[in-house]
Structure formats: structure tokens, C-alpha cells
């Protein structure tokens, strides 16, 4: 027998009679909940009317404070165009566009640190540059803008805020290559440690809200996060700056957690802001470049100590055939793995007997530990290259692609970045900004923008040697004096290589060399 409900004279169901009751009550108490609420709501639309996002500070980071730092780009009213000042080229080089995007031009910002910017020499022979020639030679159609905002000693965290500026300047897509100054800025990152990941989280997403960055700033403590000035101020700028690098695994663990938070954070506005964004692996040079700081361990034994300086002794003479050395060199990473000095003697050595397989971890491991890390160690890289496949972003591999020759010169791979592609540490020759200006090409090509054919070939090397030609001879002066005050900044690295400076025992806590001037 079917169930009905009961009912009164036609009356409706008393569970409908109770719902409808009862809503009232729902109603009230979301309306109260709305009221509440508006003078909040009001409050965030009043802060985010009066703000000015062309001049106003810039997006909390969880990791330093960044808001003593000015935008960029300045707007020059009687060319209607935006340029970077000149009060700003101790950093940068001269760039400027168009305010008013006219039709038909596509828009590509290039940003990063000195390698972006082409140094020792400049924007003229940077990847930018090149890149540029390249699209223009294979697409007639599109006029290209590609604005270099390479800055010098400038890091991810620096970057990431040049890249929120020019996402208002209609660009087309970005191009990113940055890691190599992750070490240059005193900071401090107890503060992250302590406050924990998911009250990191928290913060990040509630200092989005106006509101809550107009609170945090009437009881926030300065003394906080570390709080950088508007220029870069780097610790090799200071007298006595190669000293105060110092073997410390957990401020290197806080810079490279900082640097994958920052990456991360770039990918995200990029994809929000609907922007194809290339990146580049940063590449460094392994084989002519000795760790700019070493130190030993500090917790060792008086045996270890005394074993240790015995190999080294043995490892660092040069009458010694070099399989005696290679094992002097192999003891000494026994007691001291993280030793950046035997690492190197032991990778090179190995290098030039032309055992490259072996050699790499060697100069690699030299790399990373090295005590003043003015090159991206593997942690950056690794990020760099994980970040790019979790968001399927395009991914350059700069260190595979500067290889193309094994130690005698041949065409073969041997997965060490060839030396001669640089001209320091970090700098890629001209020759390398052109590689990475074709893979970039190739990666636009993928996109859509262009079709690369013999014919755009043709007139895009005719484009470059004419460009060449017209930078004379003053130009590549110039940028022989910026390496060589590039390697007395440094004031690290020694004119020798660490198989010769280390013949003295007082080099094994890796004493500063002065620099040689060649």
C-alpha cells in the first residue's frame, strides 16, 4: 500500500510547512553574514581603487621584503614611450617601446640577470638581439619587440617583480633565463623556517587581498624578513665580502628553496596571464673556472686533519705521476667530500687525461660546493628543469646545448659545457648567445609565430653580419674592460688553476688570490 502523507484539509505536508519556516531563518542569518562582511568588502574595493599599480610597492614575498623597490620602466610623456632611466644603468642597459602597442607588432620580454644582458659586452650581442634578427628574418607579416630586461647581480626575486611590472605593457610572450645570482644578497630565512609551510601558504594567499597587506602593514615587525633596498647591494661589494661567505648548508637550503618558490610563482602569473613563457636552463663553465672559496670541513678529527693535509700534499705535486695524484685526490673526498678545492683538482686532472665521464661529477660537485656560489649549483638547475615539466612549460637545455665539443675539440657531446663557449664563469661567448637565440627561435616556431626555412636563414645570418659590422671595434673594448673589472669584483677566483694555487698549504682553507690581469 503507497504511504501518503498526512495532511490537514488540503493543508500542504508539515515537513514542507517546517521547511518553508525554517528558510527565513537561513535567509537572516546569510544576510547578517553579508553585513558583516561589507564593510570588509568595502574596504578591499576602496584599497584596490586608490592603488596604482604602475608605481605602488610590490607583491608580498614571503621570503624578503621587496618594497623599497620602483618600477623599471618610466614613462617619458614627450616620446610616448617607456624607458628604463638612466639613473638605472648601473644595472641595466638603455631599452624603451612604444606606450600605445601599435597593430601588427608581437611583444617579447627577455628577463634575467648579466647573462640576458649580454655582459661582458651588451644587449647588442645578447641572445635578445638575436632572437629578434632571427623572428624578423622569418616572419615579414609581425613587426618584433624584444625587450631585454637583463639586469646585473639581479636574482629571481628581483625578476619576478620586473616581470608583474611588465605584464601591464601588452607583451606577447616572455622568455626567461635567471639562477646565477640566487647568493649575491645578505639575507636571512629563519624567519620561513619557523613560521612553517602551511602558514607560508596562508600568508601567500592572504596577502593578495589588499586588505590584508593595508593590516599587516600597521603591526608587522620589519624585523622580520630581510628587507632589500631599491638597488642591488651585493656581499662582494663590501670590503672584506669574500669573507663573509662561510660553509652553511642551511642558508643555502633557504636561497634555493627561495629560488623555487620564486620560479614557481612566475610560472603561475604567466599562465594566469594566458602568456606562452620559454625558459632557460642557466649554464656555467665547469672546466676553466675554480671554485671562487674553499673551506674545509670544520668538525673533523686531528687525525682526519692530519691525513687530509698529508693527501693533499701528495695530490698538489706536480712531479707526481697522475694516477698517484688522482688517489691523493680520492683520499682527500673521503674526509671531505664537500671540499669544492679537491673536487676541482680531482675533475680537471681527470678531464685532461680525457676521461670526461669521470670528470663531470667531479667539476659539477666543485660547482656546488663551491663557498662563494657565483654559479648555479644543481639545486637551481634541477628546479629550473622540474618546475618547467610540472607546468609543461618550454624548457631550453643552455648547458647541453653550449656542448658540442669533447676535450680534444671533436664534435662529440660529452655532456660537459664546452669551455670556449664562455668567456668567465657564466658568460656565454657571442657565439653562445647566438645558440641559445636558435633554440629560442625553434621553441617560438613551436608556437606558431614563425617558420624557419633556408630562405629565413639566409636572410637572418646577412641580418647579423651586418649588425656585427656595425658595432666597431670600441664596442668589443668595452667589453674586454667589463671582464676584466668583472674578475677583480669577484676577487675569488684565482689566475691559476686550483691543481697549481693549492701547492702551498696555507691555500687549503682556499685563501683569496689576487687575480691575474690576463
Known sequence: MKHEPHTDGGSEPLHVGAFRRQRPQWAMRSMAILIACLPVLLLELGLRGMDNSATRAIDYDPYVGLNQLRP???LNEASGRWEIPPDRYNFFR???????????????????????QGRPYATETAFSTWLRLSLASADREFKYEVINCGGAAYASYRVAKILEEVLLHEPDAIVLYTGHNEFLEDRTYAHVREIGTVNRWATAIGSKLHTVRWVHSFFSTPQERTELVAHVDTKLDHPGGLDSYQRDPDWRRGVEEHFAATLEHIVQRTQESGLPLIMCIPASDLVNTPPFKIQTRTDWTDDEESRFRSAWSI??????????????????????????GANYALGRLLYDQ??????????????????????????????TSEIAERYGVPLINTPALLDERNYRGDLIADRVPDPSRFVDHVHPSIAGHQRIAGALALEFQKLGWVELTGQSTLLYEHAAKEHLSELGHE?????????????????????????????????????PHQPSPD
Open 315 to 340: 695530490a698538489c705535486d706536480s712531479d707526481l705521476s697522475p694516477p698517484r695524484r688522482i688517489d691523493a685526490f680520492r683520499e682527500c673526498l673521503r674526509i671531505d667530500r664537500a671540499h669544492a
Open 475 to 511: 664596442y668589443f673594448v668595452r667589453g674586454k674592460q667589463r671582464l676584466e673589472g668583472l674578475r677583480l669584483w669577484t676577487m675569488g677566483r684565482a689566475g691559476q688553476l686550483a691543481t697549481e694555487i693549492a701547492e702551498d698549504q696555507s691555500n687549503m682553507q682556499g685563501t
Open 94 to 116: 638603455p631599452e624603451s617601446f612604444s606606450a600605445k602597442k601599435a597593430p601588427g607588432t608581437r611583444r617579447v620580454f627577455v628577463l634575467g640577470g648579466s647573462t640576458v
Open 354 to 383: 680525457g676521461d670526461c665521464e669521470q670528470a663531470r661529477p667531479f667539476l659539477i660537485a666543485a660547482r656546488d660546493h663551491d663557498v662563494c656560489p657565483l654559479r648555479a649549483p644543481s639545486a637551481i638547475t634541477r628546479a
Open 72 to 74: 623599471l620602466f618610466v
